[in-house]
């Protein structure tokens, strides 16, 4: 491979490069996450963010019809030859003012990036594609993910599509929805059910794979995070290249954070954005370790060496105490994120904040973001959530540019859905109740009616 793109390790203090073909994702000295990173002295190097604009003529071709692949000067890695697409990144980025209002924002300042449409239904096709370019270019043959659901239904549709490689798949035990967990089947993945959530889960996969030479596709995967990159892309790309105030993104294993981070701070310095935008990311209160870090305890990127002490105490708590992640936000339902370091510098960089959102919150923000058109799966409701706290607190200003990541489709947890609307209390009691959920405030329910036109009209002249 050239050797103008290589890996290195993301604390500046070590620096240790690898070769792009190495498959362990760690630095060999340090221990550390690896970047994928490139030598840009020697690449071209697009004068304006407009340039993208001329693949727009081009979308016959698999690559620039891709809202990956068609930003792929930015990151550099594979040949045109070598990848692998689907067509994943076709989304939109749509202005929501009621939204907006529900949150306090003024109208035409808030966005939701919706990635949904991806061909998966979530947006881990655009980190998924890149990731896999990347594993048929060292010759892969088997790729394994420890997964909540959505990683797990996207490494499946690309070895299905591809017919290249078998997935492999780790799942905890009643950790994973029925809507994520059908499309691993359907696609033909070998899905291993261990008991133990997805922190059991993500540190039994990177065993097995270490040990019987299975590709890794989770987000300590740095290819993985590149392909994530092209979601800002998009965002500039929607906003005609005008850099937003704030994106808010959910956080689980922290990959998107990250991502995001990185895709800025290249850009700033290759001076195609004259600023980064402030990055909010929005833990789940059942799974909340960087707002406990972060916000609680005060650990900072502080240059590439962040208080491993403080660190590890809070992980040792969470050992001691056997606390376990615990949210209907089951795509960040995550105690232990690997991308931790990644997303420390992302928060340095961007001058982040990092907050908490109950359940309750998520949930009610859902019910509004679906009302205005888009339907998202619990997860990606936390950044609207968390926008709706932090213009109450004062720190996002209603006048603002906010861009909310809406990280998968309704469809992928319909049951948390139909809870949260249901008449029936005994199902809300079943599925919510016992998550602390308490009520629905903007629940819409189903009306019950005799099977009599009568009752049937007045029933519609009442409600609609």
């Known amino acids: ?90 989304t939109l980025c749509q202005r929501a003012d009621a939204v907006a209002a529900y949150c306090g924002m003024k109208p035409g300042t808030t966005f939701l990036q919706y990635e949904g449409m991806n061909p998966s239904g979530s947006f881990k096709d655009n980190g998924m594609t890149a990731a896999f370019t990347h594993a048929a270019t060292v010759g892969a043959r088997r790729a394994a993910c420890a997964s909540t659901g959505n990683t797990s239904a996207s490494l499946a549709i690309y070895c299905a599509a591809s017919q290249m490689m078998r997935a492999v798949i780790f799942i905890g035990s009643g950790k994973i929805s029925y809507g994520k967990l059908s499309q691993a089947l359907e696609h033909g993945a070998l899905t291993v059910q ?145 991308n931790l370091p990644k997303a420390l510098r992302a928060l340095d960089r961007c001058g982040g904040v990092v907050r908490e959102v109950t359940d309750g919150e998520i949930l009610d923000a859902k019910a509004k973001i679906g009302a205005g058109g888009l339907g998202c799966e619990p997860a990606s409701a936390a950044s609207v959530a968390g926008l709706l706290k932090l213009v109450r607190e004062g720190v996002i200003d209603p006048g603002e540019r906010a861009v909310c990541i809406l990280t998968g489709h309704v469809l992928k947890d319909p049951d948390a859905t139909v809870a949260y609307h249901s008449a029936d209390p005994k199902a809300f009691a079943d599925k919510l109740g016992k998550r602390g959920v308490r009520r629905a405030s903007f629940a819409n329910r189903a009306v019950q009616v005799p099977n009599d036109l009568s009752e049937i009209v007045k029933a519609i002249e009442l409600y609609a």
Request: glycine content about 8%; charged content about 25%; proline content about 6%.
């Open 194 to 338: 261990i008991a133990g959530d997805f922190d059991d889960a993500l540190r039994r996969v990177q065993e097995v794979s270490r040990q019987l030479g299975i590709y890794l596709v989770n987000s300590v995967n740095p290819f993985r995070l590149e392909g994530q990159k092209s979601i800002m892309f998009r965002v500039l790309e929607a906003l005609r290249w005008e850099v937003p105030d704030w994106i808010l993104v959910p956080g689980g294993n922290l990959g998107n954070c990250s991502a995001f981070g990185k895709a800025f701070i290249e850009l700033t310095e290759l001076g195609l954005i004259p600023r980064p935008p402030r990055i909010a990311v929005i833990n789940a209160a059942g799974a909340d370790t960087l707002y406990q870090l972060f916000e609680k305890n005060g650990v900072r990127w502080n240059g590439g060496r962040p208080d491993d002490r403080k660190i590890g105490v809070y992980m040792k708590y969470l050992d001691d105490a056997d606390k376990r992640a615990d949210t209907l936000a089951s795509a960040i339902e995550i105690n232990r994120p690997v």
């Open 1 to 90: 491979m050239s050797d103008l793109a290589f890996q290195r390790c993301v604390h500046p203090h070590c620096g240790t490069t690898v070769d792009l073909a190495d498959t362990a994702f760690r630095c060999p000295k340090c221990g550390g996450l690896l970047d994928v990173a490139y030598d840009w002295d020697r690449l071209p190097v697009p004068k304006s963010l407009k340039h993208f604009e001329s693949k727009w003529a081009n979308r016959t071709h698999p690559l620039d019809f891709s809202g990956v692949w068609r930003f792929r000067d930015l990151f550099p890695f594979a040949a045109d030859d070598k990848v692998m697409t689907i067509g994943e990144g076709q």
